[in-house]
Each structure stands twice: as structure tokens, then as C-alpha cells.
């Protein structure tokens, strides 16, 4: 079988390697000890969590439906490396540490930076860790109604660390969530409700509490349609004696990727509820979580293109062709460089939008950073999916036929970045949710977006100006788009986007 064999592409700390992450905060929070802390737990992804997430990988959930006497579980079962990533989640503070707030306004930078260094070993963990974070954002901003839950989202002792879940999706209505929802919620004597619905995509579903939508029943049983019918609920997934809350698994879905993470489809038959939000604010309310969650996805997004330009660059300094090392080779470095450009600048916008929401939430931040903060999150969440898909595929290539062999565990990158673009709103989704913005905020966010002195023609470089240009003349023509669309009949908006 001949003498050679390919040398393996070597993972190592992905905080060492990544010059732009460690330049970023040496500039913006040089504080003692931040560097020693990324170094540390680079070193701890590197040795630790890359075996924990490929387990996770290799071993997916399963469901046990019912007992061996009949009696019906709906346990979802996971590989002890899940359980692992969680307790080193807790410990880390990976949630924690964006409510501790000890570096202040630059809190958030400090999280997303483990995040990030986390997110491409971490077998999807950072799937329940982002509903959790959104989770208590809800909390806290609407005024602590559930401290306990908080405490518990945001504690770093494992053993009293929850996780919760984001149940949106029905099957008439992921994007459209607002006629799309069934699921009812019955009022209770003691003030509680009762939920009955069908919650069509539900992701870690091992989690210990989930925040969900549905419509509250009037006395005659009728409810309100659209989004002004739909309020918030908490939920703890399992009661005291450890069965289910009313909540039965209707079966775990068959994913293209994301294996690691179960995903469920729940049937809610009287699953104990309170209500979180005023009623019929469900939606504004869960809009907070949708920010944490899109800006996982954007730092996850980001991750992943950060961990195949490594490996990428790493196996071009072992692996010769045509008599010399892939590196030596113009075109080779030429496809590389690409990827390693189009992973900078969706670095520097990710950590824009963490610095823009660690602002927000240290109140330290202007109007016009909160405007930006709205318009930045969603165009952040659509444009580095959609770079994900594509550098973690060139990535692909660049291993050559090894880059589609499985138990390289490359393969794998290329399924989970796929859904980046798909959950947490989808690119058209979202881009409407760039039009929602500059129309609820009558072109002000796109107002704040060019008062940045870095867009100002006399600012920026030769190179740069007509792309500028360019730019801000796309921009003028969508503000008077939206302007004339806030005058037209509830609709038209969408039509004309079409066009
Ligand atoms: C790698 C780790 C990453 C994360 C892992 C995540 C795992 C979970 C995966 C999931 O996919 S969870 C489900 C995610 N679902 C979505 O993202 C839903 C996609 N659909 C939308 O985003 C729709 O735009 C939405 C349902 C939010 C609203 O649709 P509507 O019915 O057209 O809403 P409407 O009437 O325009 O807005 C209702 C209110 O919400 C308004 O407030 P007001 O009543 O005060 O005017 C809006 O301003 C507010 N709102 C809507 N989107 C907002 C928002 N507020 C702030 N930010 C937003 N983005
Ligand atoms: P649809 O809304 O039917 O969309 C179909 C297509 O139509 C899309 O291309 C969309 O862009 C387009 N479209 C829709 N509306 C418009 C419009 N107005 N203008 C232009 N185009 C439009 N959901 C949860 O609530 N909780 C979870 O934990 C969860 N986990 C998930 C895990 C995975 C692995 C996946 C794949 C999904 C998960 N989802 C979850 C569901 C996910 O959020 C939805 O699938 C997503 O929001 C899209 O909704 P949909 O599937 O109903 O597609």
C-alpha cells in the first residue's frame, strides 16, 4: 500500500492563531487579564471541547419514547459529551459572563470573543446557549418577572444551570409566526394557563425551560388573530416528580445537519404556562430574544469561517502538489486569501454589533448607536450566513477529495453552517426586517448608519469612495422606498420589495 500517508491538518488554540480576534481586543479592551483568560481557554477548546463536540457528532440524540412497561417517557436521550459541553458552558460562563457585565460596556465583546473561540468545537452547543442568553435578555428586560429562571439561565454552578428553548415555529408559520400560530393558552384559576398547540421545529429540546408563544383564550373560547393576539409564556419543561409538563414528543427530527442538537416536534396537551409578556405583546416581547439569538448565529456564523480558513491554511503548509507545498502555489494562496478577506470583515462587523449590544446594555449607548444596533443585527445574521456557506465550502475544496470524506470531520461544517440561513429567520425574513426597521424608525436608523464619520466621503480611503458612493445612493433610493411604502395600505410593502 505504498510509504505515505498525508499528514493531518493540526487544530491548534484558535485564540493564538487568530491574529485579527487578539489585535481587536489588545485595541478596544486592553485590560489585564482578558488575553490570559482567551489563551487559556483557547487552549481548553483545543484540548478538551473538540473531542466533546465530535462525540456529540458521532453519537445524536435519541428518543426513548416510553418504558419498557409501556408507560410513556418522551425522554430525549444524549450522549454524555452534551451533558459535558454543558457544564463546561456553566463554568465558563459562557451565558454568565454577558450578566456579570465585569468589563462594563465591552462585556458583551469579552462573551462573544469565548463564544467565538467555543462555537466551531462545540458540536452545536452553542445552539441551547443562544436561546438561553435570549432568554434572559427577555427577562431582564421586561423587568425581572422571573428572577428565579434568570438566576438560573445565568448562573455558572452547573448544578443549578437551566437552559431553555425558543418554541416559535408552528407548522403553518416559522417566518409568518404571527397567523401562523395555533397553540392556545387557556387562563387558570390560579392565574396560570394551560397551553394546547403544536410546536412544529423545537431545538434542545433538553431543555429545562422554554419560552413560547400562543393565543389566550376569551370565556367563549375565541382568540385574537395576527401578532396583536399573541402573548409570551415561560415554561418549565419537566415538573417536580421529573415527568413532563404536558409536553409530548411527537418525534425528533431528520436533520441535514446540526445532528448533535435534538430537534423535536411537541405536541403542548395542557403544558403548564405563565405569562410573561402584557398579552397580545408576545411578538415585540420575543423580539428581544431574537436579537441574542441572530447575533449567536452571526458570532457562530463567523466561527466556523474562522476554524476552515485555520485548518485550511494549516494543511497548505503540509500537503505538496505538482512538487511543492500547496502554500508555494499563487493560486492556491490567491483562494485562501479570499477566504481569510471575507472572514476579517465579517469578524469586524460581527464584534461591531457585540460592541454596539454590550453598549446598549451598560447604557452607555447613544441613540444613535441603539438605532444602529436594530438595523446592524439583522443585516449581520443574513450576509455572514450566506459568507458561511461559502467559505466553509471553498474550505471544503481546498482539502481536495478529503475535504468530502466524513470521518475527516469536515463534512460536517459544511451541513451546519447550511442552516445558519434557514433558522432565526431567513434571508428575505430578515432583509424585511431591515425594511421594518428603517420604517418603524421613519428612516432613522439609515440616518444613523451615515452619520458614521467612517462613511464620510472625505474620510474614507481613494479605493473606497465609489463603493461608498455606490452605497449610499442604494440606501437614499430604499429610505424613499420606505417612505412611500408607510403611506401605502398594509401589504404593498411586500410587493414592491418583490419588484
Ligand atoms: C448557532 C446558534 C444560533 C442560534 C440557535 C437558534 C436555535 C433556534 C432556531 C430558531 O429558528 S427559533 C425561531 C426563529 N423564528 C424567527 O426568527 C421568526 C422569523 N419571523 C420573523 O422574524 C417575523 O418578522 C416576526 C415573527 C418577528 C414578526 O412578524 P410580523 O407578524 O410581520 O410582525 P410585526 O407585526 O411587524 O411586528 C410585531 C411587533 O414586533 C412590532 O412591535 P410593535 O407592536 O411595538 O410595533 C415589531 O416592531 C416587533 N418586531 C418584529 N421584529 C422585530 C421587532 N422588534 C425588534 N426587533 C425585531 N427584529
Ligand atoms: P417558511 O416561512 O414557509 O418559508 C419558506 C420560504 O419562503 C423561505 O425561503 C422564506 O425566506 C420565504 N418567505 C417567507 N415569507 C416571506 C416573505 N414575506 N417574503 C419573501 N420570502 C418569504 N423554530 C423554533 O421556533 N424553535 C427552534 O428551536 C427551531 N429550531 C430549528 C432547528 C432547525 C435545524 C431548523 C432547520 C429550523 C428550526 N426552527 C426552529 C424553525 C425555523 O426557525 C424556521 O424553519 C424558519 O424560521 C423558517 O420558517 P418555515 O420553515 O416555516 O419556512
Known sequence: IGTFFQQRPLLTNPFTQDALLRAYLQRHLPVRGVQEELMRFGERVVCEVEALGRQCELNPPALQRYDPWGRRLDRILTCDAWAHLRRISAHEGLVAAAYERTYGEWSRVFQMSKMYLFAPSAGLYTCPLAMTDGAAKVIETLGMPARKAFERLTTRDDKRFWTSGQWMTERRGGS??????????????????????????????????????????????????????????????????????????????????????????????????????????????????????????????????????????????????????????????????????????????????????????NRSASEREILLLRLMTPVAKLYTAKQAVSVVSEGLESFGGQGYIEDTGLPSMLRDAQVLSIWEGTTNVLSLDVLRSIEKSSGSVLQAFFSDERLQPAEASPALRPALASLRASLSALKRFCETAASRPTGAIELSARD
Open 176 to 361: 409568518d409566526v404571527s397567523s401562523g400560530t395555533e397553540t392556545v393558552a387557556k387562563r387558570q384559576q390560579d392565574g396560570w394557563f394551560k397551553l394546547y398547540g403544536f410546536k412544529w421545529f423545537t431545538s434542545a429540546t433538553d431543555a429545562d425551560m422554554t419560552l413560547t408563544l400562543a393565543r389566550v383564550t376569551d370565556e367563549h373560547g375565541r382568540t385574537t388573530p395576527g401578532s396583536r393576539g399573541l402573548s409570551l409564556f415561560l415554561a418549565e419543561v419537566w415538573d417536580s416528580d421529573g415527568s413532563s409538563n404536558g409536553i409530548e414528543v411527537q418525534r425528533l427530527k431528520d436533520k441535514l445537519g446540526t445532528r448533535q442538537v435534538p430537534t423535536a416536534e411537541l405536541l403542548l396537551d395542557g403544558m403548564n404556562a405563565r405569562l410573561l409578556s402584557e398579552e397580545g405583546r408576545g411578538v415585540a416581547s420575543i423580539a428581544n430574544m431574537l436579537t441574542i439569538t441572530r447575533i449567536y448565529n452571526t458570532v457562530c456564523a463567523v466561527a466556523a469561517m474562522r476554524r476552515i480558513v485555520h485548518l485550511s491554511r494549516e494543511y497548505a503548509c503540509k500537503r505538496s502538489a505538482f512538487g511543492k507545498l500547496l502554500k508555494d502555489h499563487a493560486l492556491h494562496v490567491q483562494t485562501l486569501s479570499r477566504m481569510e478577506v471575507e472572514t476579517r470583515a465579517a469578524f469586524l462587523l460581527t464584534m461591531e454589533v457585540c460592541r454596539l449590544l454590550g453598549r446598549e446594555e
